[in-house]
C-alpha cells in the first residue's frame, strides 16, 4: 500500500514537471498515441500512422469518442 501511493506521487509529480497546463481548464495535459491505419492504393497493405495527442479535459470527449 506504502509502494502504489509512492508510486502514485512519483507519477503525479513527474506529470506536473513534464506535461504542460492547458490555460483553458487548467488540467495537465496528456500525451496520447493515437494510431490510424489507412489502406494503401494497391489495396494489399495498410498503412499505419501514428501522432502523439495532447488531450485534457477540453478535448479528451472528441479523443476518446
Ligand atoms: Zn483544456
Known sequence: MAKQQSFADKATKAA??????CPVCGAIFQPILMVSSE???AGSSWKFNEHR????????KQVYA
Open 53 to 60: 495527442v495532447q488531450v485534457c479535459k477540453c478535448n479528451e
Open 16 to 21: 506536473q514537471m513534464k506535461g504542460a497546463k
Open 39 to 41: 489502406r494503401s492504393r
